[in-house]
């Protein structure tokens, strides 16, 4: 069982950078890949990016690559999100989330992961 909680969402201007947080609970984090997903109102649960155990390997969705990037610490438990460049629309709510038995597509799938955080609400001001 893991049990995650996300920070460092906010307000932030267009053009801005943010940094979220998610800490884990457990002994057990290098054993799950980790993803962030969001979702604005109205829409569907998006995939934003994912790491591999030891974190050897990320991965992006199309409208974040260049902008953001995914690094874990398995020392501290805790997996980060950096965000640059931000627009208007990556608006949403920011999750992450733990999955055990990860491998290729299923990075991108929602449905691999196993365990998810509460969310973070990221809001971009144009």
């Known amino acids: 069982q893991v049990q995650l909680v996300e920070s460092g969402g906010g307000l932030v201007q267009a053009g801005g950078s943010l940094r979220l947080s998610c800490a884990a609970s457990?002994?057990?984090?290098?054993?799950?890949?980790m993803g962030w997903f969001r979702q604005a109102p109205g829409k569907e649960r998006e995939f934003v990016a994912a790491?591999?155990?030891?974190?050897?390997?990320?991965y992006y969705g199309d409208s974040v690559k260049g902008r953001f990037a995914i690094s874990r610490d398995n020392a501290k438990n805790t997996v980060y999100l950096q965000m640059n460049s931000l627009k208007p629309e990556d608006t949403a709510v920011y999750y992450c989330?733990?999955?055990?038995?990860?491998?290729?597509?299923?990075?991108?799938?929602?449905?691999?992961?196993?365990?998810w955080g509460q969310g973070t609400q990221v809001t971009v001001s144009s």
């Open positions: 989330a733990a999955g055990d038995g990860v491998y290729g597509n299923d990075y991108f799938a929602h449905g691999t992961y196993d365990f």
């Open positions: 790491i591999s155990r030891y974190g050897l390997r990320t």
């Open positions: 457990g002994r057990t984090f290098s054993s799950y890949a």
